[in-house]
C-alpha cells in the first residue's frame, strides 16, 4: 500500500490560514490533494491536520482526515514523528509520499517518477529538487569585520562565469518519496536517498504572499499547465 499524506497544520504564522488560503480558486491544500488522487500508484491520500475546519475542506476534496494531536501540531513540530503517525496509523502502508501543501505545482508525473525510483535497488527514499537559482559556488559570500569572503565556497578553481560553477541543486518540497522502514526509523535522507529533477517554475514554494501571487499568476496565465 501507498499512502499519501498531506500535512496540514493550523496556526500559521507567516500566512494566516495559509493551507485553506484560495490559490487561482480552489484552497492552498486542495491542489495535493488532487495531485495525490490522480496518481494511480496511491491508494490512499489522507490529511493530517488538527483543525476541523480543515478537515473539512480535506474531506470536501476528497481526501481522508487523520487528525493529529496537540503534541504534534506546534510551531516547532517536525515532519518526521507527524509522517510517523500516519504510518502508524494506516498500518499495511510500506510506502510513504509527502505531499505539501506549500509547493502546489507538481505534476502527477513527478510523483510517478519518485515511486519509479523508489522501486530501484539501494533506494530509501526519493525527494524533488531543482537547479538552484544561486549557484553558491559563485554568488555567495561571507562578511567579516566589514571584508567580503568570496567565494563562500571554493571548487578547487576559480569560477569567472556562472556557467562554470558546479551544478547544485535545491529541494523543492514538491515529493517526498520514503519506504516505511526508513521513516520509522526517524529518516527521510540516507546516503540511498534519489533525487528526481523538476524545473524551477514548477518549484515555487509558498512562505510568505508574494509567493502566493506568483503562483497564482504561473497558474492562471498557463506558464503552468497541470496533468490532474
Same mark, same amino acid.
Given at each position: ?81 507527524? #509522517?510517523?503517525? @500516519?504510518?502508524? %496509523? ?5 510506502? +510513504?509520499?509527502?505531499?505539501?501543501? *506549500?509547493?502546489?505545482? $507538481? ?63 535545491? #529541494?523543492?518540497? @514538491?515529493?517526498? %518519496? ?5 521513516? +520509522?526509523?526517524?529518516?527521510?535522507? *540516507?546516503?540511498?536517498? $534519489? ?34
Amino acid at each position: 500500500m501507498i499512502l499519501g499524506v498531506v500535512p496540514a497544520r493550523s496556526g500559521s504564522k507567516s500566512i494566516k490560514d495559509k493551507n485553506i488560503k484560495p490559490l487561482a480558486g480552489k484552497p492552498l491544500m486542495a491542489w495535493s490533494i488532487m495531485a495525490g488522487l490522480a496518481c494511480k500508484k496511491i491508494d490512499k491520500v489522507v490529511v493530517s491536520t488538527d483543525s476541523g475546519d480543515y478537515a473539512d475542506v480535506a474531506k470536501k476534496h476528497g481526501a481522508e482526515v487523520l487528525m493529529r494531536p496537540s503534541e504534534l501540531a506546534q510551531d516547532a513540530t517536525p515532519m518526521i514523528p507527524v #509522517l510517523q503517525h @500516519a504510518f502508524k %496509523a494506516y498500518a499495511p502502508a510500506e510506502t +510513504l509520499v509527502l505531499l505539501d501543501p *506549500t509547493s502546489p505545482l $507538481r505534476l502527477v508525473d513527478d510523483i510517478e517518477a519518485c515511486l519509479t525510483k523508489l522501486k530501484l535497488p539501494e533506494t530509501d527514499s526519493v525527494v524533488t529538487v531543482t537547479e538552484a537559482e544561486h549557484n553558491p559556488y559563485y554568488v555567495m559570500a561571507g562578511v567579516e569585520n566589514d571584508y567580503l569572503k568570496y567565494p563562500l565556497f571554493k571548487p578547487g578553481k576559480e569560477i569567472h562565469r556562472r556557467q562554470d560553477a558546479p551544478k547544485v541543486y535545491r #529541494l523543492n518540497a @514538491a515529493v517526498y %518519496a520514503i519506504k516505511r522502514k526508513v521513516l +520509522l526509523n526517524g529518516k527521510i535522507f *540516507t546516503d540511498k536517498t $534519489r533525487a528526481v529533477i523538476m524545473p524551477q517554475i514548477r518549484s515555487s514554494h509558498i512562505d510568505h504572499e508574494v509567493d502566493y501571487l506568483y503562483a497564482e499568476f504561473l497558474l492562471k496565465s498557463g506558464h503552468v499547465k497541470l496533468d490532474f
